[in-house]
């Protein structure tokens, strides 16, 4: 069994209100990050602690567990709602996706490393989260489960994806970093019922990059 003792609980309570010094001002975000171990989505039980710190952290396949404001931005940008249809790019250490999980999403997640596919989808199991993973290429999107409300996508795309354009509904909204250097900017998009799309620049962020044609 996970340990989570007061301790630990003590400093996700720190870190949330960290969060709020910061700016979140979503609840629902800040409850759901109050309720998630995220000591439990870190490998490296020496670091435990740094959990709770508001930085990202490194996991397998050279990939990273997201600065936690970062989660918590991209969360609140997305304005999802019980029961909602939502589709995650990157599933990653899966600390977003139970995220997602804790806000009543129906989450739909996809992750394009195929080792990183299988320990996180033993994890959020043994965790108790219940979603759909996929192991596959982010950038064609689950045309299949589509159309979503909501579309996240937690690494830095060169470019908007048209594939997950087309996946989402009218009046949906696509969260995605964009840019092919260090640093992207944060774009969140929305579809209008006349087929076009609305942007909003929310400012610059740095992920690991997104690689079309690289399941692996």
Request: glycine fraction near 12%; hydrophobic fraction near 40%; proline fraction near 5%.
């Amino acid at each position: 069994m996970m340990k989570d003792d007061y301790r630990l609980q003590g400093l996700r309570r720190r870190l949330v209100e960290l969060l709020r010094t910061k700016g979140i001002v979503d609840d629902a975000v800040l409850s759901a990050i109050g309720r998630i171990p995220r000591h439990g989505f870190i490998d490296d039980t020496a670091f435990l602690e740094m959990a709770y710190q508001d930085i990202a952290f490194p996991i397998p396949c050279g990939q990273t567990i997201s600065q936690p404001y970062t989660v918590a931005f991209q969360s609140e940008l997305l304005g999802v709602k019980q029961g909602i249809k939502v589709l995650e790019i990157g599933t990653g250490s899966g600390y977003q996706t139970a995220v997602l999980c804790e806000l009543g999403c129906k989450v739909f997640s996809i992750e394009r490393h195929r080792p990183l596919y299988l320990l996180t989808k033993e994890r959020l199991g043994r965790i108790g989260y219940r979603c759909n993973l996929y192991f596959g290429d982010g950038f064609k999107g689950l045309p299949k489960e589509g159309p979503f409300d909501r579309i996240l996508v937690t690494c830095g795309a060169p470019w908007v994806p048209d594939d997950l354009l087309g996946q989402l509904k009218v009046g949906g909204s696509l969260v995605i970093p964009v840019g092919e250097g260090e640093e992207q900017r944060m774009l969140r998009i929305q579809r209008n019922a006349d087929g076009t799309f609305e942007r909003e620049d929310k400012g610059i962020f740095r992920f690991v990059p997104m690689l079309q044609d690289k399941a692996k």
